[in-house]
């Protein structure tokens, strides 16, 4: 199972009630935790959260769909940038705290 997260975590490892890892975790009591991982980082999040942002702002009228299709190369190459300011920014982040999406997958027991 993976499930979006995109809040830092607190009260850590007693933060139960949204999807962090240790809320996961909960999800299936009685089955073995096969693998567990945070997935993304500050940066690639925040990345993410704008390209998307930029995207979808883009697609609100014709004239604006039409300069999105115009500036596709300038969009190709800012998200190259934002993508690798975001991995740096990721490798930068020390905490582990953020992250924008956890991986699940449990097993039951026989």
Partial sequence: MSFPFLYNEHRAPWDYWRFTVFGAERLFPGFEIAHLEKQGGIGSTLGILF??????????????????????????????????????????????KFYSNVLLVVRKPL
């Fill in 51 to 96: 390209l998307n942002w930029l995207d979808t702002s883009m697609n609100c009228t014709l004239a604006t769909r039409l300069l999105k299709g115009l500036l596709l190369p300038i969009f190709l190459l800012l998200s190259l940038v934002v993508n690798f300011l975001g991995l740096l920014m990721d490798r930068l982040d020390r905490t582990g």
